[in-house]
């Protein structure tokens, strides 16, 4: 290698990696953001945001999950205006945080700079992280904050600030005002700490009563006050919960949106497979390497009497509940948070391989902490990792592109339900019509697109099959009906069948062209909703 070369190579240090992957992270979420029209999904919630925006009304429906994506994507339409793009900004700049999460676990000697760097790759490059990242769901947000959570946990045991506490307890309390999954989180990870507490492998700093006051504090002061819609509605405090609770049991027990236990395994097999492969082989490792360890602690005793040297017994008192637990034992803090990655990793793939409703989406809730087991993986190759690193980064990169970049309907399960890329010249048409029937119940996506005065060009008529004269009454530019409930024909209309939204056909997909050929062709099929637009025929 030439001395010059050598020099950089030598100088190059994780800060610097990690902050050209941040860059990357920001290239692939930002770029063309407002390429695709917006998901059935994203169009309901900018909606509701643009009416908190204009109304100043909200409240907190479980069916479209908390007021925090509300109150913020009302805030940048404020700011920036409404568009598709404004509307998925902040969606973005949370994906691109995870980057310096990872860097502040490296910081906090929780990860190696080898382990740091691979899973700051993965986060930036993961296809449905960087779909999901660029879509105004509140997934991205809730995993954002559940990683600030544990990183800033962990620097309040490292630290001892309050400071640090608190930031924990926001970031709790807006990932509860983001999505109903996050007390699964919460849970998941208050079973590990109490893990720690019980091991001894954690103490909590000397003014942790103080702390822990503050942080509650903070936590339910934040829920109120945004469950409340900032104490409009403070009888919300009571009932959101129980409301959110019933919904969910609801839609767990109907299945609404069914798919089989395997349904997550199958969407990483399709888009994440190198990071699945590795974290499998990290499971592994990490119980094989964990057994070696401890069976060489026992193998270091070289008589019985050292063996059976124990602490004295304690006997039980409540008050010893409420005193500080003793300095720990040495903890190995890498191993440990490893050890952490990989039981997130299996309670959350079971949770959401349980929980009955399917959508892509939740996956992200498993695959954050699946590519910090990934990493760890890696780092066993020896002299390899950088190939196998290299191999791994182009097939995800490739996938990224293809789902996030394709101006076009695609066959992916990723997209649960898009709208269609044959509404923009409809929309077109629109724009040059003084009025249109919309002689059908489905009015996504045209209600957001069509927000405040440019609505009134519309009729709406609603899910009931109109009268041909009615229509042809109205004198409209052009109508609209769903192609269920249509006209063969409209006298002085010309007709043309488009998709509203599409989806992957999952059964056409299992047997025609086959799962193997669907794979690596992506030749799939697409099932839709359609409209039959008919549009006045010129003189």
């Not at 390899?384 to 990169?397: M, R």
Request: glycine share 4%; net charge negative; aromatic share 16%.
């Amino acid at each position: 290698m030439p001395p010059f070369i050598q020099n950089i190579k030598n100088r190059i240090r994780v800060e610097h990696v990690i902050f050209a992957i941040l860059i990357l992270a920001i290239l692939l979420r930002f770029a063309f953001l407002d390429l695709k029209l917006f998901h059935h999904d994203e169009a309901i919630h900018a909606w509701f945001s643009y009416q908190l925006l204009t109304t100043g009304n909200y409240l907190y429906d479980p069916v479209y999950h908390g007021p925090f994506l509300y109150y913020i994507t009302a805030s940048m339409f404020a700011i920036f205006g409404d568009s598709d793009l404004v509307g998925r900004i902040l969606p973005c700049i949370a994906g691109c945080a995870l980057i310096p999460l990872v860097y502040w676990l490296y910081r906090l000697r929780y990860l190696t700079g080898k382990v740091a760097v691979i899973a700051a790759l993965f986060l930036a490059i993961a296809p449905e992280l960087v779909y999901f990242s660029r879509f105004l769901r509140n997934d991205i947000f809730v995993v954002f904050f559940s990683l600030l959570l544990v990183v800033a946990f962990l620097a309040w045991l490292d630290k001892g600030k309050w400071y640090y506490l608190a930031l924990a307890a926001v970031a709790a309390a807006l990932g509860m005002c983001s999505k109903e999954n996050m007390p699964l989180i919460l849970v998941t990870f208050g079973v590990f700490f109490l893990y720690l507490l019980w091991t001894r492998k954690i103490t909590l700093p000397k003014k942790w009563i103080r702390d822990l006051i503050i942080a509650v504090i903070i936590f339910f002061g934040i829920i109120f006050t945004l469950y409340s819609s900032f104490w409009a509605h403070p009888e919300m405090i009571l009932q959101a919960g129980p409301m959110a609770i019933e919904h969910w049991l609801a839609m767990h027990n109907e299945q609404r949106i069914a798919g089989p236990p395997v349904f997550y395994l199958l969407l990483f097999v399709l888009y994440e497979l190198p990071i699945l492969l590795l974290a499998l082989a990290g499971v592994i490792l990490f119980l094989v390497t964990g057994k070696k360890r401890s069976s060489e602690k026992e193998d270091e005793s070289d008589n019985l009497e050292e063996q059976e040297q124990k602490e004295p017994k304690k006997t039980f008192s409540f008050a010893a509940l409420f005193r500080r637990p003793e300095a720990p034992v040495f903890v190995d803090r890498k191993k440990e948070f490893i050890r952490f990655a990989v039981y997130w990793t299996l309670i959350a793939c079971l949770t959401y391989a349980y929980i009955g409703e399917k959508v892509p989406w939740l996956s992200l809730h498993q695959l954050v902490p699946m590519i910090f087991v990934a990493a760890f993986a890696l780092t066993f190759t020896g002299k390899y990792w950088k190939v196998l690193l290299a191999v791994s980064a182009v097939l995800l990169f490739a996938t990224t592109c293809y789902v996030a970049y394709t101006p076009a309907d695609i066959a992916e399960p990723i997209i649960q339900v898009q709208n269609s890329e044959d509404l923009v010249p409809l929309m077109a048409a629109i724009d040059a019509s003084d009025r249109v029937a919309l002689a059908t119940d489905q009015a996504w996506p045209f209600m957001w697109y069509y927000r405040g005065d440019a609505w009134d060009k519309f009729t709406y008529y609603g899910a009931v099959k109109q009268d041909p004269s009615t229509l042809l009454s109205g004198d409209y530019d052009i109508i609209i009906t769903h192609d269920d409930e249509s006209y063969d024909s409209l006298d002085g209309y010309a007709k043309e069948t488009i998709r509203l939204s599409y989806w992957i056909d999952c059964p056409g997909t299992g047997e025609d062209p086959g799962w193997i050929a669907y794979y690596f062709t992506r030749a799939g099929k697409i099932g839709s909703y359609n409209f039959d637009i008919f549009t006045r025929s010129p003189v």
